[in-house]
């Protein structure tokens, strides 16, 4: 069964500094990996998905990198706000001819001090 | 568009009642999927929609729970004699295999309290 684990489970930063959140799998065999956001008491929001041919995606402040042969990807937040203050999920998917279900981790819950 | 929508939002309910979830996925979006979150914990898989066809169910899904998907369009999540441990936030979300990409988007959830 895949086990995705993410570190760490929290962390505080002040406005302006960029930041890595970590995100690790124990199969590498997936077919895409997803980062979300999540507010609390709400659903996902999802920021950027890589497919397993790729490296890494890019959306505004936000770059996502896999390194599927390691079982890692990262998520890096630049000049960061305090909007950016939610939870971050990654999730790893199965095969698409399985389902392509998602396993999460537990998440990093972040908080951007003004 | 406007994404993907689940009713009712909070569900509270005593121990012993049957509750049912409506999820509305995006539309012409052919994969449907139910997860379940409990709090401090990331979303568990529960089910799976390929249209109408329920492909996949997790060892999670107890005797109790029944989902349904009838014509390929909403779906509907039943838990029958709910449990204190049922309480939960109840996810729903959708895909569609353009460009091979598989990307979900989720709804806003239903919360569940069993008291």
């Known amino acids: 069964k895949q086990e995705v684990t993410q570190i760490p489970a929290a962390l505080s930063v002040p406005e302006g500094e960029n930041l890595v959140l970590n995100c690790s799998f124990t199969?590498?065999?997936?077919?895409?990996l997803q980062w979300f956001r999540q507010d609390p008491g709400k659903g996902l929001t999802s920021l950027l998905l890589?497919?397993?041919?790729?490296r890494e995606q890019t959306s505004g402040r936000l770059n996502a990198s896999l390194d599927k042969s390691s079982g890692r990807s990262t998520l890096y937040i630049a000049a960061s706000q305090p909007g950016d203050s939610a939870t971050y999920l990654c999730?790893?998917?199965?095969?698409?001819?399985?389902?392509?279900?998602?396993?999460f981790g537990t998440g990093t819950s972040l908080t951007v001090i003004p | 568009d406007t994404g993907v929508s689940q009713n009712p939002r909070h569900k509270i309910t005593k121990r012993g009642q049957n509750v049912t979830f409506r999820c509305d996925p995006i539309?012409?979006?052919?994969?449907l999927y139910w997860y379940r979150q409990t709090l401090g914990q990331g979303p568990e898989f529960l089910t799976y929609f390929q249209n109408e066809a329920q492909l996949e169910k997790s060892r999670l899904l107890s005797d109790r729970f029944s989902a349904e998907r009838p014509k390929g369009s909403f779906s509907t999540l039943e838990i029958q004699r709910t449990e204190q441990g049922d309480s939960a936030m109840y996810l729903c979300a959708s895909s569609l295999p353009t460009s091979g990409s598989y990307e979900q988007y989720f709804g806003p959830g239903t919360r569940l309290t069993v008291t």
């Open positions: 199969d590498s065999a997936i077919y895409n």
């Open positions: 890589i497919q397993s041919s790729q």
């Open positions: 999730a790893a998917s199965k095969s698409v001819f399985t389902g392509n279900q998602f396993y």
């Open positions: 539309s012409e979006h052919n994969r």
